[in-house]
């Protein structure tokens, strides 16, 4: 069965630094997302990503991070200079469609930010 | 506001016994819904859906759902629980057919008691 995959599992970083969080989404869809879960709260919804751009983001997706589809696989979220509050687990998404198209999730990565 | 609320935070039930776990939507127009689980250390698997028709829809590991339009509602069920349930639970909403994003409920933790 096709699935997400997102790389690495765990991370730790330094407040300031830059982090980059790494997802293949099922290789025939073409809607991708990020989504992230602070520890105790919601999902919440960060970006989607369709045609090699931003279709949506909310209002948390701000300056400091960004998406980017380097090749026909990786889908990948970086934060440029990461804080307290971004600790939180990080998950990747993709749909083939939108509407009522399932979206299929990533395993998540969790980011420590110390 | 768009919103998709969880009254009930964690839940437990006996192994066996019957299971309801509530979802409330506040939106103009039906959205699309889902219900997703969380077990631990995995990502999030859809276990069913909703866009139209009948109002009752079966999903994976024998749970269902009903659609209640007049209550604003789509409540998870499933008449037997057994203790590999225990997870914790989404619902999820998209608002319109043109966009992918995924309005989250804050979760239901299910624990299941021998």
């Known amino acids: 069965e096709p699935e997400v995959t997102q790389t690495p599992s765990h991370q730790v970083t330094q407040m300031g630094q830059e982090v980059i969080l790494r997802c293949v989404p099922i290789?025939?869809?073409?809607?991708f997302y990020w989504y992230r879960q602070i520890l105790g709260q919601k999902v919440e919804f960060l970006v989607s990503?369709?045609?090699?751009?931003?279709?949506?983001k909310s209002e948390i997706f701000d300056d400091q991070f960004s998406v980017e589809r380097p090749d026909g696989s990786n889908f990948t979220l970086k934060i440029r200079s990461t804080k307290l509050e971004d600790s939180a687990m990080y998950f990747c998404?993709?749909?083939?469609?939108?509407?009522?198209?399932?979206?299929?999730f990533g395993q998540g990565t969790r980011l420590t930010v110390v | 506001a768009q919103s998709v609320t969880q009254p009930d935070i964690h839940i437990t039930v006996s192994e066996g016994a019957s299971l309801e776990l509530r979802c409330n939507y506040s939106?103009?127009?039906?959205?699309?819904l889902f219900w997703y689980v969380q077990s631990p250390g995995q990502g999030l698997q859809l276990l069913l859906k909703?866009?139209?028709?009948?109002?009752l829809v079966q999903g994976i590991k024998g749970f269902e759902a009903e659609f209640k339009r007049s209550q604003s509602s789509f409540n998870l069920r499933k008449p037997s629980v057994h203790w590999s349930d225990a997870a914790e639970y989404f619902c999820?909403?998209?608002?319109?057919?043109?966009?992918?994003?995924?309005?989250f409920g804050q979760g239901t933790t299910l624990q299941v008691k021998p």
């Open positions: 998404a993709s749909s083939a469609r939108t509407g009522p198209d399932e979206a299929f």
């Open positions: 290789s025939n869809h073409l809607y």
């Open positions: 990503f369709y045609n090699n751009e931003i279709s949506e």
């Open positions: 939106y103009g127009a039906t959205p699309y």
């Open positions: 909703y866009f139209s028709g009948d109002t």
């Open positions: 999820a909403a998209r608002p319109s057919s043109n966009t992918g994003k995924l309005i």
